[in-house]
């Protein structure tokens, strides 16, 4: 990671330690689906250092555009999330959990973008997600990816 990536702070693990403090330890059903959606899937050895890499792309209109793009075409995010990014369900041979559903607020207030990033650089262990950077996805285009998943939280 730059300098520059990690240089940028953000807010995110911060968020998601006040909405438990608020919701309590119990899982939540009306926001994830299941009560291990907000487990990381970074391995703990590697899950600070991927929490202290920040994004080097604001979230402009022109970046999420360009993750838009790479999510429905190069990066064929699309095939498992679906075009509003909630994940489908029924993938022939899937094995494993189901692809994230990128709508649920609750998720992601818990991820920082450093472990969207590292799950595109490694793939999510105990899953299907298999390692898009840089055998399909430049890291660059990763991280405008990541400012598109973010952009769910919106919608």
């Not at 608020?22 to 299941?34: I, K, T």
């Not at 029924?90 to 998720?107: A, E, Q, S």
Request: aromatic letters at 10%; proline letters at 7%; a neutral charge.
């Amino acid at each position: 990671m730059s300098l520059e990536m990690r240089a940028r702070g953000h807010h995110r693990p911060l968020i998601a330690v006040l909405v438990w403090a608020v919701l309590g330890p119990w899982p939540v059903p009306v926001f994830a689906a299941d009560e291990t959606v907000l487990r990381p899937r970074v391995p703990s050895d590697q899950i600070e250092e991927a929490r202290s890499w920040s994004n080097p792309f604001e979230a402009t209109a022109e970046n999420i555009e360009k993750g838009r793009t790479l999510f429905h075409g190069k990066a064929f995010c699309v095939t498992c999330h679906g075009r509003d990014g909630k994940g489908f369900g029924d993938i022939p041979g899937l094995v494993g959990k189901l692809p994230r559903n990128f709508t649920d607020k609750v998720w992601q207030m818990a991820r920082t973008d450093g472990e969207l990033w590292w799950i595109l650089r490694n793939g999510s262990p105990g899953t299907d997600m298999a390692s898009f950077v840089p055998l399909v996805l430049t890291e660059d285009e990763a991280w405008q990816v990541v400012l598109y998943v973010r952009s769910f939280d919106r919608q």
